[in-house]
């Protein structure tokens, strides 16, 4: 589904030999000028990624987008989908804010939660 939100995007790292095979970060420019940094990633290149690590799972850290191939015309698709105009760009907001978060706002979070959960409880 497209919302025609992104207004542009600038690949900031060059595009792999391979494009099924490779990660790129992207700066992405909204309709209403808001700009989101976001890690786009092959799932072919979190294999080649593990093989050259030598390691059985992907390393914690920066949140990826996956795509099938890395192509302009498959990045805007992807970046329209997770910039969903229904949901205040939540996931696009999420993906970008991830790396702001400190170990005090998730706890904050996770106490917010148990809240929550506490007093859903007490109702039932």
């Known amino acids: 589904m497209s919302n025609n939100l992104v207004k542009k995007f600038y690949v900031l790292s060059s595009f792999p030999e391979d494009l099924e095979d490779g990660f790129v970060d992207v700066l992405v420019t909204l309709t209403d000028d808001n700009e989101y940094l976001v890690e786009i990633a092959t799932p072919k290149a979190l294999s080649t990624y593990m093989d050259e690590k030598k390691k059985n799972f992907y390393e914690p850290g920066f949140p990826l987008l996956f795509v099938r191939k890395l192509t302009p015309e ?3 698709e992807t970046l329209e989908e997770f910039a969903s105009k229904q949901e205040d760009t939540f996931w696009l907001k999420l993906y970008h804010l991830t790396v ?6 998730l706890n904050e979070l996770m106490i917010r939660y148990e809240k929550r959960m506490a007093a859903e409880n007490e109702v039932e």
């Open 74 to 76: 498959i990045i805007r």
């Open 100 to 105: 702001e978060l400190t170990i005090d706002d």
